[in-house]
């Protein structure tokens, strides 16, 4: 059984943002993986790279799609993305400087996070724009 298991009640309901979901928790499972495995530090560091850049790409396309519908919570909801990606990029950095880091805590923190976010906080993205549809 994977670390982070995708399951249904974590789709929003808008392809897109699912999918880029379901590409995170998969990202979240690989950095979990190569720290449980003890894998070596330049895979691990491999596998926050990769997470970093995803998390960014992610957050940027979901903003975009709320610009588009004139999305209410936008500022609100871009501050919530803006203070996670401090908080990995911070981590990524401390790994760069080979400061003792607490790896599992963070992917928890992580899974912890992003099922959290998807339920509370952009489930309301795809209720408005359902909303707006009808
Ligand atoms: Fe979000
Ligand atoms: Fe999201």
């Given amino acids: 059984m994977a670390f982070f298991e995708w399951t249904d009640n974590l789709a929003i309901g808008v392809e897109l943002i699912d999918?880029?979901?379901?590409?995170?928790?998969i990202a979240i499972n690989d950095f979990y993986g190569a720290v449980h495995k003890g894998d070596d530090?330049?895979?691990v560091?491999?596998?926050?790279?990769h997470l970093v850049y995803y998390v960014k790409t992610h957050?940027?396309?979901?903003?975009?799609?709320m610009e588009k519908y004139n999305?209410?919570?936008?500022?609100?909801?871009?501050?919530?993305?803006?203070?996670?990606t401090e908080k990995v990029a911070q981590y990524a950095d401390k790994l760069k400087k080979k400061q003792k880091i607490l790896s599992l805590d963070m992917a928890i923190f992580l899974k912890g996070w992003l099922e959290n976010h998807i339920t509370e906080t952009d489930n309301r993205i795809a209720d408005f724009i359902k909303n707006q549809k009808n």
């Fill in 71 to 84: 999305y209410p919570h936008l500022a609100h909801h871009r501050k919530m993305h803006e203070m996670l």
């Fill in 59 to 65: 957050f940027s396309d979901e903003e975009e799609l």
């Fill in 45 to 49: 560091r491999k596998a926050v790279g």
């Fill in 19 to 25: 999918s880029q979901h379901k590409k995170l928790v």
């Fill in 41 to 43: 530090e330049a895979a």
